[in-house]
């Protein structure tokens, strides 16, 4: 089955840029979204259709998705981003729906 | 602002049947634009998709869960609900019932519950 791979961890500063990738195999040609998880909270969608934000979500808050990765891009970093970041698609192949293991964004 | 509330045991012995129920406010379950779908993460762990439904029937599953997951509609209650037999201790996660948005091939989780912890345990 199709397999996402995300970095454990990512550390930045507070106003710098951070970038969590989301590896897969020709993940370019799939529609690639990703949540936010905050400690005891439940997920929220905070991009999809690779680049696309929700209402609410803000302006630092992108994404990219080309060849074998997708990028989620925080911008201005704030201490409040600080939470488990995953990607996910829709395997078509097998119908069925596939989550990265999941990014835990540190602010130092 | 559509809303979603799971709820059922917090505990279940290994080899039953674990049951939990999705409420839905503030939108109908006999919608056709959403499938309702259950997520799970076990502790310290990332998320893992089980299944989706529409309420016409049609069902999407985990293939590594499908032998032992059923989910069903029950629009007269607006609640769906999640099944899971034989368990054991690996199936011990906070269990999120969420929308299912498919949309251009793709499926999108636009609204989740809080989720709810069941432990098999003994």
């Known amino acids: 089955s199709y397999v996402l791979t995300q970095p454990p961890s990512v550390s930045v500063a507070p106003g710098k840029t951070a970038r969590i990738t989301c590896g897969g195999n020709n993940i370019g040609s799939q529609n690639v979204h990703w949540y936010q998880q905050k400690p005891g909270q439940a997920p929220i969608l905070v991009i999809n259709?690779?680049?696309d934000r929700p209402s609410g979500i803000p302006e630092r808050f992108s994404g990219s998705n080309s060849g074998n990765t997708a990028t989620l891009t925080i911008s201005r970093v704030e201490a409040g981003d600080e939470a488990d970041y995953y990607c996910?698609?829709?395997?078509?192949?097998?119908?069925?729906?596939?989550f990265g293991g999941g990014t835990q964004l540190t602010v130092l | 602002q559509l809303q979603l509330q799971e709820s059922g045991p917090g505990l279940v012995r290994p080899s039953e049947t674990l049951s939990l129920t999705c409420t839905v406010s503030?939108?109908?379950?006999?919608?056709?634009?959403?499938?309702w779908g259950w997520i799970r993460q076990p502790p310290g762990k990332g998320l893992e998709w089980i299944g989706s439904?529409?309420?016409?029937?049609?069902?999407y599953f985990n293939p590594s869960l499908k032998s032992r997951v059923t989910i069903s509609v029950d629009s007269s209650k607006n609640q769906f609900s999640l099944k899971v037999s034989s368990v054991t201790a690996a199936d011990t996660a906070v269990y999120h019932c969420?929308?299912?948005?498919?949309?251009?091939?793709?499926?999108?989780?636009?609204?989740w519950g809080q989720g709810t912890l069941v432990t098999v345990s003994s």
């Open positions: 996910q698609v829709w395997d078509s192949s097998s119908d069925h729906a596939v």
């Open positions: 969420a929308t299912d948005l498919k949309f251009s091939g793709s499926t999108i989780f636009d609204y």
């Open positions: 503030g939108a109908s379950i006999s919608s056709s634009s959403y499938y």
């Open positions: 439904m529409h309420y016409n029937g049609r069902t």
């Open positions: 259709f690779d680049s």
